[in-house]
């Protein structure tokens, strides 16, 4: 199994900016791609931000521009730098890890808010 805790939601004026950390622990040898969905209420989740284990990149469009994935393999870390954020930027966040077989395994989410 595989544990991964987010980290660094919260409250934050429109334009600003918050970093999300995603930590993974247990056997995440079994981990390659992670990333972060979104899902506001109301609303379908999407998918934020990919990376690949060899480093690889996506973006939603919605989001391209102002933030960055990335990865620290020493510390088994994601993160989600948000710059230039927008009250639809309102959501709680997840962070997920894939295996060989597929999107296996999701932390429990944090809750980012932008105030108009």
């Known amino acids: 199994q595989v544990q991964l805790v987010e980290s660094g939601g919260g409250l934050v004026q429109a334009g600003g900016s918050l970093r999300l950390s995603c930590a993974a622990s247990?056997?995440?040898?079994?981990?390659?791609?992670m990333g972060w969905y979104r899902q506001a209420p109301g609303k379908q989740r999407e998918l934020v931000a990919h990376?690949?284990?060899?480093?690889?990149?996506d973006y939603a469009d919605s989001v391209k521009g102002r933030f960055t994935i990335s990865r620290d393999n020493a510390k088994n870390t994601i993160y989600l730098q948000m710059n230039s954020l927008k009250p639809e930027d309102t959501a709680v966040y997840y962070c997920?890890?894939?295996?060989?077989?597929?999107?296996?395994?999701w932390g429990q989410g944090t809750q980012v808010t932008v105030s108009s």
């Open positions: 247990g056997r995440i040898f079994s981990i390659n791609a």
């Open positions: 990376i690949t284990s060899g480093g690889r990149t």
């Open positions: 997920y890890g894939d295996t060989a077989r597929d999107r296996d395994y």
